[in-house]
C-alpha cells in the first residue's frame, strides 16, 4: 500500500517536472532546470564517493585494520595474562602470527591483497571476536 503511495508521488512529481521543464513558463522553466541539475549533481557526488573509497581500498585500507588488530592483541593478551588463561594466551599467538603474516603479504604485493588473503583477514578477525567473546564469558565467570 505504501510503496504504491510512494510510486505514484514518485511519478507525480516526475511528471510535473518534466512538464514544466518543457512546456512551463519562464519561471517554471528555470525552477525545473535547477532540480534537474541539483539531481545531476548528487549523482555526481555520489559517484565521486565510490571512486574515492575504492581508491582508499586500494592504497591500503586494510593497513588500518592490521594495525588495529596488532593494538587489539597486545590488549587481550594483558587481559589474558590477568586470567592466567594459558589457552587464550596461546590463541593470541597464533592469531598474531597469522596477523604478521597477512601483513607481510600486503607489503610483498604492494598493499594489495589477493583473494585468498582477503579471506584469510576475514576468517582472522572473525576468530578473533570468538576470542573475545570466550574471554568476556570466562572474565564474567571468574570471581572478582
Given at each position: 500500500?505504501?510503496?504504491?503511495?510512494?510510486?505514484?508521488?514518485?511519478?507525480?512529481?516526475?511528471?510535473?517536472?518534466?512538464?514544466?521543464?518543457?512546456?512551463?513558463?519562464?519561471?517554471?522553466?528555470?525552477?525545473?532546470?535547477?532540480?534537474?541539475?541539483?539531481?545531476?549533481?548528487?549523482g555526481k557526488d555520489a559517484w565521486?564517493?565510490?571512486?574515492?573509497?575504492?581508491?582508499?581500498?586500494?592504497?591500503?585500507?586494510?593497513?588500518?585494520?592490521?594495525?588495529?588488530?596488532?593494538?587489539?592483541?597486545?590488549?587481550?593478551?594483558?587481559?589474558?595474562?590477568?586470567?592466567?588463561?594459558?589457552?587464550?594466551?596461546?590463541?593470541?599467538?597464533?592469531?598474531?602470527?597469522?596477523r604478521d603474516e597477512l601483513e607481510?603479504?600486503?607489503?610483498?604485493?604492494?598493499?594489495?591483497?589477493s583473494g585468498e588473503s582477503k579471506?584469510?583477514?576475514?576468517?582472522?578477525?572473525?576468530?578473533?571476536?570468538?576470542?573475545?567473546?570466550?574471554?568476556?564469558?570466562?572474565?564474567?565467570?571468574?570471581?572478582?
Open positions: 500500500m505504501i510503496k504504491t503511495i510512494v510510486t505514484i508521488g514518485v511519478i507525480i512529481v516526475l511528471s510535473l517536472l518534466g512538464y514544466n521543464y518543457f512546456l512551463g513558463d519562464a519561471e517554471e522553466k528555470a525552477q525545473s532546470r535547477e532540480i534537474v541539475g541539483k539531481a545531476k549533481d548528487l565521486e564517493l565510490l571512486k574515492s573509497e575504492r581508491t582508499k581500498m586500494k592504497e591500503g585500507k586494510y593497513d588500518g585494520a592490521l594495525k588495529k588488530l596488532e593494538g587489539l592483541y597486545a590488549s587481550l593478551k594483558d587481559r589474558a595474562d590477568e586470567l592466567a588463561d594459558s589457552d587464550a594466551i596461546d590463541r593470541i599467538s597464533e592469531l598474531t602470527q597469522r607481510n603479504a600486503l607489503k610483498s604485493a604492494g598493499g594489495k591483497l579471506r584469510k583477514l576475514d576468517d582472522l578477525t572473525s576468530e578473533t571476536e570468538d576470542l573475545m567473546n570466550e574471554m568476556e564469558t570466562k572474565d564474567k565467570a571468574a570471581p572478582h
